[in-house]
């Protein structure tokens, strides 16, 4: 079976002819227009493209999409092991360690040899239109991933970069607690320390906090967190500064990762990293937290998706295991083209 082509579509744009692929961020900040896909353990893939043309959905090659039967999906944590692993956060969280941290499980299931991303990304852009919804395909690169990230992580034009952290989650706005506004807050304050570490000295604000976001299924937490680069900062700089990103890790950021990688049993990969597009000649870039996101692991030969919830002192474990399940059960359903109580 031939491989398919390398190809992004990031932006509204479409991107082929592979020019060069490089794990040095420091290329975003020379020319040319460039795929992104950053994974959670740091690991960047920047891939430039020679034509970029504005995306229309008729003509994106990709062979029909057949996903995995519903009831093939496993998890990295079953719920007893999620809700203990909720337990001993909270423990962690009395004992001074933590304020918050964001625990997360990886779904799998058999993958078809011939499976397209670029087909998977079609079906979610349908039934699940998202703000950051795109798909990198770099088969000869080990990046295959399709999303539907409704999380935005870095808009940077010129000096002027922004990050919209979401924290907060329900079916309805009826749902969110006092606990999720107080996770938003607490984030936001991550978020601002991160970018103060790269941008000019009192050029961090906070235009928007908390504000209520619509998604198909379930609503958000959404604040705005915006500033200046310094002088001389460019994108290795920003992303050694906020890499990875707060909302999906949790705070002290230092103290929440030693936490994620005492109880979480399978490397994050693409979840929860950074994905997006970098045009160097223009001095514009947008990369969303790595969520809603489904990759392939050929090697494995498994479709894999993340799924996780941020933890604090006021969470009860049946509660976010059943967040989990609310943010994962229409994509999985989408991408098995199955019955949406899959998980």
């Known amino acids: 079976m031939d491989e398919p082509p390398p190809m992004a579509l990031l932006g509204g744009r479409l991107a082929t002819g592979l020019v060069d692929v490089t794990r040095d961020p420091s290329a975003l900040d020379s020319e040319g227009f460039w795929a992104v896909a950053a994974d959670f353990e740091g690991r960047p893939t920047c891939a430039r493209f020679r034509d970029v043309r504005p995306a229309e959905g008729h003509d994106i090659p990709a062979a029909p999409w057949h996903g995995p039967p519903t009831d093939s999906w496993s998890t990295s944590l079953d719920r007893r092991a999620y809700k203990q692993g909720v337990t001993r956060i909270r423990e962690h969280i009395a004992a001074g360690e933590v304020y918050q941290a964001n625990l ?10 011939g499976a397209d991303v670029a087909a998977l990304a079609t079906l979610l852009v349908r039934h699940n ?3 950051y919804a ?11 991933l399709a999303t539907a990230s409704p999380e935005l992580f870095l808009r940077r034009d010129g000096r002027y970069v922004t990050s919209g952290p979401i924290k907060g989650t ?7 607690l006092e606990k999720d506004h107080a996770e938003n807050v607490m984030i936001v304050d ?3 320390n991160d970018l103060g570490r790269v941008c000019a000295t009192g050029s961090v604000t906070v235009p928007d906090l908390c504000i209520v976001e619509k998604h198909p299924g379930l609503v958000h937490l959404v604040s705005t967190v915006d500033g200046l680069l310094r ?7 920003l992303l050694a500064a906020t890499f990875p990103p707060g909302s999906v890790t949790g705070a002290p950021k230092e103290s929440a990762l030693r936490i994620i990688e005492e109880l979480e049993t399978s490397p994050r990969g693409p979840y929860c990293g950074g994905i997006g597009w970098v045009d160097a000649d223009r001095g514009r870039g947008e ?5 809603r996101t489904f990759w392939i692991d ?14 604090t002192w006021g969470s009860e474990p049946e509660r976010e295991w059943q967040e989990t399940r609310l943010k994962a059960r229409l994509l999985l359903a989408i991408a098995s083209a199955g019955h949406p109580d899959t998980t």
Do not use: M, N, Y
């Open 104 to 113: 997360c499980r990886v779904l799998s299931a058999p993958v078809a040899p």
């Open 129 to 131: 239109p998202a703000p």
């Open 134 to 144: 795109g798909f990198i395909r770099l088969p000869r690169h080990g990046v295959e």
């Open 170 to 176: 329900g079916r309805t706005e009826a749902d969110l």
């Open 190 to 192: 991550l978020v601002r």
């Open 231 to 237: 002088d001389g900062a460019g994108w290795p700089e």
């Open 287 to 291: 990369l969303a937290v790595g969520i």
């Open 298 to 311: 050929r090697a494995q030969g498994l479709l894999k998706f993340g799924t996780g919830a941020g933890i």
